[in-house]
């Protein structure tokens, strides 16, 4: 499984959205500032989650963007599995399946990968949005927005890694 940096921003968008959910449609500029992210990237992720059907936008002075169901019903893997791709260490499950049954000489390796692709699968589906942002108190959200926050540097990494990449000393 890889989460991209455009995957990051979008989980972290949509939970900032399920955190305000009672509020209705909240502005890009607005959603980019509290959760310190470029607002033209978040501009075009914002549209490919629209166009995913798992956002709605409204247009005029009270304009922006909102879920399109509740928080409770938008799990974690089908925002990863959208922004980037299937959740396998390589290929989808299926083509491990394939795999497994094909290749006497690494079966077990190949079992080994879909097992963490399982793991991984059971606990994003077990997910949803409401897990991760319940709802806050008005004096806790105006806290949160006061405060412009930084970007978390140790989970950055731990991305990169989960991706495949090579940490450089």
Same mark, same amino acid.
């Given at each position: 499984?890889?989460?991209?940096? &455009? ?10 959205? *399920? ?42 002075? &009270? ?66 949005? %409401?897990?991760?942002?319940?709802? +806050?108190?008005?004096? %806790?959200?105006?806290?949160? +927005? ?13 991305? *990169?890694?989960? %991706? ?6």
């Amino acid at each position: 499984m890889r989460v991209s940096q &455009k995957g990051l921003y979008a989980l972290q968008a949509m939970t900032m959205l *399920a955190r305000r959910y009672q509020d209705g449609a909240i502005r890009i500029r607005d959603i980019a500032y509290e959760e310190s992210l470029p607002e033209k990237f978040l501009e075009l992720i914002l549209l490919e989650l629209k166009n995913a059907r798992m956002l709605e936008s409204a247009r005029g002075a &009270k304009g922006g963007y909102r879920l399109r169901r509740p928080p409770s019903e938008i799990r974690l893997s089908e925002i990863i599995r959208l922004i980037d791709g299937p959740l396998a260490p390589f290929g989808d499950a299926e083509q491990l399946r394939v795999l497994i049954g094909r290749n006497d000489d690494h079966r077990a390796l190949y079992k080994v990968f879909l097992d963490v692709r399982d793991s991984a699968a059971k606990i994003l589906e077990g997910t949803s949005l %409401a897990d991760l942002a319940p709802n +806050g108190s008005p004096t %806790a959200e105006k806290a949160r +927005g006061a405060r412009k926050r930084k970007p978390d540097a140790a989970v950055l990494p731990m991305a *990169a890694l989960a %991706a495949g990449q090579q940490g450089h000393d």
